[in-house]
C-alpha cells in the first residue's frame, strides 16, 4: 500500500525549490507559476490614437473600457478625438463587437469628457460603472483625482463629493481592484468592500491599498487604508497617513491587480519604467505577498522610450482552469512603436500561464 504524502511535502514535490531570482525584479520567483508565455501572433489592435484603456466587467455581461486622447474603436489621434471616452465591448476575445458609449467616433452618446479628464481604473458593481478620473486641473501629477459614477451603461457620468486633493505626499486613486461579473465573486472575507490602489504624489516606487464598503464608495470619508498586518489579519485605518505599501519596486510601481478565481491568485501587472519594462507578479490576497512571474525589459520587443500604461486579464475572458488569459494593455511613445507596435492604441493578445508541474 502507498503511503500517503504529508501536507507539506507534497507541497515541496510539487513547487519544487524556488527558481533563480530574475534580474532587476523586487520580489522572489513564483513558486505557483514557472512563468508566462505572450502568444503575440493573436494580437489584435484597434481604435489609434487612443490610449490608456483600464477594464471591468458589468452586470450585463459587457467589457467596458475608458480610454484618452483619441477617437476610441473606428476613430483615430483626430477622427472623433475626446480627452476621454468610454467603449462597450461585447462577445469573447477572438470574436468581439466594440461600441463608443460616450464620445469618440459615431458615439452613442455626447462626450462627457470632451476636452478634459483621464481614467487609469474602472469598475462595475452590479450595472454601476465608477471611475477615478484625473481632473487636469494642475500638470501630471500635481493634479486632483476625483470619483465619478454611471448608472446608464456610461452614457453619461456625474461627478460625486468623494476628491483626492493634489500635493506632495497626498494619496492618488488610481485603479479599481476588479472581481467578477458586476463585482461577483468577491472571496468572502473581502465582501462587502470595494478595493482601490493608489499611490502617493511624489513617490512612484510604492503602491498602496484603500477601500470603501460597496454602499459608500461615494463618501469620501468611509474610506480606510491599508496599514499592515496583526496575527495575520489585515489592519486598516481611515488615516491616509497611516497607509503602508503593498507593492514596491524601485524602478517603478505602476500596479494594475486582478483576480483569477479558478487559481485564487492576485496577478499584478506593472510597468516599471517604458512599454517594454513589464512585470508581472502573483498573490494570495490583494496585498500579497508577491511572487514573481516575469520581469522584463524587452516585452514585446519594445523598448523604455514612453509609457506603459495599463495591461489587465478580464475575468470574463479567463479559461476554466484560469491557465488561458486574455490582456488588454497599452502603451505610448518612441518605444512601444518597436517590437509589436503597440503605440497608442488598443492592444489584445492571449496568454498562458505555466504552473510548476508536481514532482511524484
Sequence with gaps: MTRPIPAIVFLALCFGPPARSQAGSPYPPSAVFSGITWHWETLRQAAPG??????????????????GDGGGFGGTDSDGRVAMGFARIQGGPEDYRAANVNGGKNPEHPASFPKHGKTGGILAVGSTLYAWVNLQDGKWPDVDVALEWSKDGGATWTQSSCR???????IKPGTFLNFGRGYAGVPEHLKGFVYFYAFRQGDETRTFLGRAPETKIQERGAYQYFTG????????????????PVFEDANGADATV????????????AFHTGPG???VFEGPEPWG?????????????????GEGLTCSFPQKWMSADG???????SAYG???????HAHDRFNLVKVTLRRRRCRT
Excluded at 164 to 170: D, I, L, N, Q, R
Excluded at 289 to 305: C, D, I, L, N, Q
Design 289 to 305: 505577498p508577491w511572487r514573481t512571474v516575469a520581469y522584463y525589459e524587452k516585452w514585446g520587443g519594445m523598448r523604455s522610450a
Design 229 to 244: 498586518l496583526a496575527s495575520g489579519k489585515p489592519q486598516w485605518s481611515e488615516h491616509e497617513r497611516m497607509a503602508t
Design 50 to 67: 487612443s490610449d490608456l484603456w483600464p477594464v471591468t466587467w458589468a452586470a450585463d455581461g459587457s467589457i467596458y473600457a475608458a480610454w
Design 334 to 340: 518612441p518605444g512601444a512603436k518597436e517590437g509589436i
Design 323 to 329: 491557465l488561458t488569459l486574455w490582456c488588454v494593455f
Design 164 to 170: 483626492f486633493s493634489k500635493g506632495e505626499g497626498y
Design 277 to 279: 519594462q513589464l512585470g
Design 258 to 269: 486582478g483576480y483569477d478565481p479558478a487559481l485564487k491568485r492576485y496577478l499584478v501587472t
